[in-house]
């Protein structure tokens, strides 16, 4: 998620870049993601719509090599 975000960096809907976004996702305190880790699956599995994640390494590298604007990658993050 990291490596999508810095290199798909983007300006979102609330007019901020992508990585700002995920920088206060990650810092923000809140009492039903109390760490760090939590707060990074629960932003995992809310961009996953709570399904979970494909780890298939293959299609990772197939999915993350298509640099487009358009690319599932792209739209993903």
């Not at 995920?22 to 305190?29: A, D, F, H, V």
């Not at 599995?45 to 994640?53: F, G, L, R, T, Y």
Request: aromatic share 10%; with cysteine; glycine share 2%.
């Amino acid at each position: 998620i990291f490596a999508g975000v810095v290199q798909y960096n983007r300006i979102e809907s609330n007019g901020k870049p992508a990585i700002e976004n995920l920088c206060t996702s990650m810092t923000k305190y809140s009492e039903d993601a109390p760490t760090p880790y939590d707060r990074l699956a629960k932003l995992l599995k809310s961009k996953n719509s709570n399904k979970c994640i494909d780890m298939n390494y293959d299609k990772f590298v197939d999915v993350y090599r298509n640099v487009s604007w358009e690319s599932e990658a792209a739209k993903s993050i």
